[in-house]
C-alpha cells in the first residue's frame, strides 16, 4: 500500500502538463495535447484554476476568458458558455458552446455591437426581447473586460 502511495505521488510529481482538450461546435483548439501546464476557465462561482492532476470535476463555464498555458505562452479563448470535464486520469475537456481566441476578435466591433445590442434592448417590446438583448449585451461585456 505505501509502495503504491509513493508511486502516485511520484507520478504527479513528475508530470508538469495534462492531457488537454478544448473545442467549440465550430473549431477544435486543442485536441488531447500533452504541453499545457495550467488552464483558467471562467465560471458560474468565479474563475477556477486547473493544474495537473486535478480532482476529477464537471462544472459550467460563465461567458469570459479562458487562458491556457500551452509550452510557456498564455493563450486567451473567450467562451460564450460551456462545460469542463476533469476526469480521474487527470485529462481535461472544455466543450464551449462558442469560443474565439483573442487574436480573432475585433475590439472596436465588439464595442459598436454591445451599443446596438444595448439600443436593442432598449427599444425592445416584448419582455422576452429585452431578456435576449440582455444575455447579449452581458456576454458582450465580458468579452471586452
Excluded: C
Excluded at 7 to 29: G, L, P, V
Excluded at 89 to 96: C, L, Q, R, T
Amino acid at each position: 500500500m505505501l509502495r503504491s502511495a509513493v508511486k502516485i505521488s511520484t507520478r504527479f510529481a513528475s508530470e508538469n502538463a495534462m492531457k488537454f482538450s478544448f473545442a467549440s461546435a465550430s473549431k477544435e483548439f486543442y485536441s488531447n495535447s500533452t504541453s499545457v501546464t495550467q488552464v483558467d476557465l471562467p465560471t458560474g462561482t468565479g474563475m477556477m484554476g486547473i493544474l495537473p492532476n486535478h480532482v476529477p470535476t464537471l462544472g459550467v463555464l460563465a461567458a469570459g476568458w479562458a487562458t491556457v498555458y500551452d509550452a510557456g505562452q498564455a493563450n486567451r479563448i473567450f467562451v460564450s458558455s460551456g462545460s469542463y470535464t476533469i476526469k480521474d486520469d487527470g485529462s481535461v475537456s472544455i466543450a464551449a458552446e462558442e469560443a474565439v481566441a483573442e487574436a480573432d476578435i475585433d475590439l472596436d466591433a465588439a464595442r459598436k455591437a454591445l451599443d446596438e445590442i444595448k439600443a436593442e434592448g432598449n427599444n425592445a417590446k416584448s419582455e422576452a426581447e429585452k431578456v435576449d438583448a440582455q444575455i447579449a449585451a452581458e456576454t458582450m461585456e465580458a468579452l471586452l473586460k
